[in-house]
């Protein structure tokens, strides 16, 4: 079973600009997250979607982040524009469903690094 | 609403070694407990989970985490830990009410010869 796929894995971009990164959860998986992990810190939810709805985004500065899951399948997370505190890996996870104890499943993470 | 603190920034241990990575939760109801190991460059992958039922959870890797409700603890354990053990480790937790996981801010295990 192929596991949640990320893209770009890297990213180097200067303050001010703008980047995207993408995300294909595992096959079937109706909720997927996005987590925003600060070096030397655990990961910290920024969205949930449920199918193609927003479950919470509380967390998000919707200032700056924008996300979307278009089909309810892949989703893709934007900043614009970026901030040097954004450097960060960005987490995307899914579950089968949005049950508590459920497994999720996370992504390798995108990289960046904003200079 | 629900959080974790982990208490340990850094354990150092010896190879064959036991160790213990120490997990604290806080939460007005009923919770569901669970470990995550990251190793360098790579994504999270489950360890272990408490959904209820037997406090003692045992998970891959050899690890397993007692849950305690009393003490709100959900402390890991490992017997014998190998130099491949090396990663950081994340507890987090869930409840009925907030279904993602708030993780806390991790321990970093280092396993030298």
């Known amino acids: 079973e192929a596991g949640v796929a990320q893209s770009p894995r890297y990213k180097i971009i200067e303050k001010r600009q703008s980047v995207a990164f993408w995300c294909n959860p595992i096959s079937g998986h109706a909720t997927l997250y996005w987590y925003q992990q600060i070096l030397g810190q655990g990961p910290k939810l920024l969205i949930q979607f449920q199918n193609n709805g927003v479950v919470d985004d509380s967390q998000l500065p919707k200032d700056r982040f924008s996300a979307e899951r278009l089909k309810g399948v892949d989703s893709t997370l934007k900043i614009q524009p970026a901030k040097l505190e954004d450097s960060a890996v960005y987490l995307c996870?899914?579950?089968?469903?949005?049950?508590?104890?459920?497994?999720?499943?996370f992504g390798e993470g995108s990289w960046l690094t904003v200079v | 609403a629900q959080s974790v603190t982990q208490l340990d920034s850094q354990v150092p241990v010896f190879e064959e070694a036991p160790v213990e990575l120490r997990c604290n939760y806080s939460?007005?109801?009923?919770?569901?407990l669970f470990w995550y190991v990251q190793y360098p460059n790579q994504g999270l992958q489950l360890l272990l989970k408490?959904?209820?039922?037997?406090?003692l959870v045992k998970g891959i890797n050899g690890f397993e985490a007692e849950f305690n409700k009393s003490q709100t603890s959900f402390h890991l354990r490992k017997p014998s830990v190998h130099i491949s053990d090396t990663a950081e480790y994340f507890c987090?937790?869930?409840?009925?009410?907030?279904?993602?996981?708030?993780f806390g801010k991790g321990t970093s295990l280092l396993v030298t010869p």
């Open positions: 987090a937790v869930s409840t009925d009410s907030g279904y993602a996981l708030n």
């Open positions: 996870a899914s579950s089968p469903t949005t049950g508590a104890g459920n497994t999720i499943y």
């Open positions: 939460s007005s109801v009923s919770v569901y």
């Open positions: 408490y959904l209820s039922g037997s406090t």
